[in-house]
């Protein structure tokens, strides 16, 4: 049986929450439909060790303050879990957990969202699904022949998983530098660290609090027609935090440049050079999780759907959230995907005003 909803939200982590927040603010009916068996977005599937670049209270989601824990600066993933799955019962927020969306489809004048656990017919749709779900691979020469073990960002856990072996992280970003860290301090891995290019590590006493203030202010003087400063990517690629600058000033986050290909046993560099490896971590990054809209035919240059704000250019019953400044100034971020989850409530409550008075089904 097909159930109807104003609004029906794809993806239950805090992009999801936010416009679920906002949603029930305006006074719509919705659902948050998230495939996840239980709350915490993303976040439940973190390594270990990780821990945000902000103070707790520079990590919110509208509405309610994330608390600090004692002796913590920046909380870890399992603080952030603990305060989403708070936050969706705070606010009594309508989440389905266990619901995977498959499709989202045109039906007349409304939107068909189809789930393993049934069908929605809506006046708009929300995707808030993010990237977590679909790691990036490079074509690598050489990466079906090694022997060794291979593995993503979103695969690893801890350094005890890789002790007496050698590994060698790929990737100039943050997760990348990160990992490479946490192996490194643990003293039990030989870590060679890979980058595209010469890391850029920003300056130390730069955390998620200047970040977005950065990025805020880029988007603000795009939308006000000035000059691009270049935003976040201007400053650097890593943020210091405690581990990696105790890494990097210890010696043990020296970065080489990437390897020319693969082999059964390591990699061979540029110069003809070989380095035995038993495991490759690929902190190469991530795409939007899009493939339940495919049916709309929406996606172009790069894979990504054009957008107005978090509306969707050529659909505007559908709105995107949270998957980076393309869907909001760092809308990927904690802090960050309130603004824009409050845009779409509201541009979604006067498309459901004028829907409702040239049809009140």
């Not at 049986?1 to 949603?23: I, N, P, R, S």
């Not at 039906?107 to 929605?120: K, N, P, Q």
């Amino acid at each position: 049986m097909t159930q109807h909803t104003d609004v029906v939200v794809v993806g239950g982590g805090q992009a999801g929450l936010a416009a679920g927040y906002h949603l029930r603010r305006q006074g719509l009916d919705h659902v948050v439909l998230d495939a996840d068996a239980a709350p915490g977005g993303s976040w439940q599937h973190m390594w270990d060790s990780l821990h945000l670049f902000s103070p707790a209270d520079h990590s919110s989601l509208p509405g309610r303050l994330m608390p600090a824990r004692p002796g913590e600066t920046y909380p870890d993933a399992g603080h952030v879990v603990d305060y989403l799955t708070d936050y969706e019962k705070r606010y009594d927020l309508p989440v389905q957990h266990g619901s995977r969306v498959e499709a989202v489809r045109r039906d007349g004048d409304r939107l068909l969202v189809e789930a393993d656990s049934g069908t929605w017919r809506a006046r708009a749709v929300i995707s808030a699904t993010g990237t977590w779900s679909r790691p990036f691979l490079p074509a690598v020469p050489g990466r079906s022949v090694f022997t060794g073990r291979q593995l993503h960002t979103v695969n690893y856990r801890r350094p005890a998983d890789f002790a007496g072996r050698r590994v060698i992280v790929v990737g100039g970003g943050n997760s990348g530098a990160q990992i490479a860290s946490d192996l490194a301090l643990n003293g039990q891995v030989e870590v060679t660290w890979v980058t595209q290019r010469p890391p850029r590590f920003l300056p130390d006493d730069i955390d998620g609090r200047a970040l977005f203030d950065v990025a805020t202010a880029r988007r603000r003087a795009l939308d006000a027609g000035r000059g691009d400063s270049g935003g976040v990517a201007s400053l650097g690629d890593i943020v210091a935090v405690p581990p990696v600058r105790a890494a990097r000033d210890a010696g043990l986050l020296t970065a080489k440049p990437m390897f020319s290909r693969l082999t059964a046993d390591g990699v061979r560099w540029g110069d003809g050079s070989r380095t035995g490896a038993d495991a490759i971590v690929w902190c190469t990054g991530f795409r939007p999780a899009l493939s339940h809209l495919a049916p709309l035919q929406l996606r172009g240059v790069r894979g990504y759907i054009a957008t107005e704000g978090t509306r969707a250019v050529d659909e505007p019953r559908l709105h995107l959230l949270g998957y980076g400044d393309w869907t909001g100034p760092a809308s990927a971020t904690l802090i960050g995907v309130g603004r824009p989850a409050r845009d779409a409530a509201r541009d979604i409550t006067a498309l459901c005003a004028r829907n409702r008075q040239g049809n009140p089904a």
